[in-house]
């Protein structure tokens, strides 16, 4: 994964939707990815309106190894759920 430690140092969110025409919110495919992260150490704020939605609340303590941990787990995670489905 390239280094994007300054990007996400900041509110960043990731929305889930279903494969189709029209917008769908997926919370099965968010809440899911929240639940596998979680089980790898990486706790996610789930967030939106459709509980489609992962906030990403980065502290400003945070070293650019350990950033980069947790955006590996989180990707790896979304990968695995998606391909799942």
Do not use: S, Y
Not at 55 to 84: F, S
Request: with cysteine; hydrophobic share 40%.
């Amino acid at each position: 994964m390239k280094d994007c430690t300054n990007e996400f140092k900041k509110d960043t969110k990731i929305e889930f939707i279903k494969d189709g025409e029209k917008w769908e919110a997926d919370p099965d495919t968010c809440g899911k990815v929240t639940k596998e992260a979680l089980k790898n150490g990486l706790l996610l704020a789930g967030a939106g309106l459709h509980k489609n939605v992962i906030r990403l609340l980065v502290p400003l303590v945070i070293t650019d190894e350990q950033l980069n941990e947790g955006l590996d787990v989180l990707d790896d995670r979304a990968i695995e759920t998606v391909t799942k489905a």
